[in-house]
């Protein structure tokens, strides 16, 4: 049963700060690995998504990285801004298509 | 393009009652998911179709939940009678045909999703 963590559970960091946000699974197994992100009542937004032969992902201030072999995958934001603050979610995508979920790390960034 | 939408967004209800819940998928998308978070978890695979027919059903709960995909086009998740246990969030997801070619990732695009409170 794959098992997904999320370190830290909140994190909370001045403007400008770069922020790095960790996610391990138990089972290297998987199909890909997305990021979301989720604002106070309201649904999942893909952020990044990296398939299984990929090591990482860029998008504008985001970049992610997976390491398959080792169960591992971060997220950096550059240069935070007070819009990012938001609730992140590493989600795996294993081949029996069930994607895990972690229980998502809290971003609050102070201007 | 219109994205993953679902109604309602928000519905209360007394324990025993019937609720039902709807989500369209983007078109185009094959795949429909349903997941749900309760109070204080992690978001949890609910079922799976692939066009019209269940893929995967096993994180369903219990018999008091029915998923339907008529037409293999919208969705709807029916929860009768409900408990208290059954308050969270219920979330629609879709994708494509996971065929594995080069311009399908697989990724998933989520609905708002419907918030359940039972009393």
């Known amino acids: 049963k794959q098992e997904v963590t999320q370190i830290p559970a909140a994190l909370s960091v001045p403007e400008g700060e770069n922020l790095v946000l960790n996610c391990s699974f138990t089972?290297?197994?998987?199909?890909?690995l997305q990021w979301f992100r989720q604002d106070p009542g309201k649904g999942l937004t893909s952020l990044l998504l990296?398939?299984?032969?990929?090591r990482e992902q860029t998008s504008g201030r985001l970049n992610a990285s997976l390491d398959k072999s080792s169960g591992r995958s971060t997220l950096y934001i550059a240069a935070s801004q007070p819009g990012d603050s938001a609730t992140y979610l590493c989600a795996v995508f294993p081949n029996d298509y069930k994607l895990s979920f972690g229980a998502g790390t809290t971003v609050t960034v102070r201007a | 393009e219109a994205g993953v939408t679902q109604f309602p967004s928000h519905s209360v209800i007394e324990k025993g009652q019937t609720v039902t819940l709807r989500c369209d998928p983007i078109s185009g998308h094959d795949n429909l998911y349903w997941y749900r978070r309760v109070m204080g978890k992690e978001i949890k695979f609910l079922l799976h179709?692939?066009?019209?027919?269940?893929?995967?059903e096993s994180g369903m709960p219990n018999n008091r939940f029915l998923a339907e995909r008529t037409g293999g086009t919208y969705s709807t998740l029916k929860v009768q009678p409900a408990e208290l246990e059954d308050s969270g969030v219920y979330f629609c997801?879709?994708?494509?045909?996971?065929?594995?070619?080069?311009?399908?990732?697989?990724?998933?695009?989520f609905g708002e999703g419907s918030r359940l409170t039972v009393l």
């Open positions: 179709f692939v066009k019209e027919s269940k893929q995967d």
């Open positions: 990296i398939q299984s032969s990929q």
């Open positions: 089972d290297s197994a998987i199909y890909n």
């Open positions: 997801a879709s994708s494509q045909d996971l065929s594995g070619t080069s311009l399908n990732t697989g990724e998933l695009f």
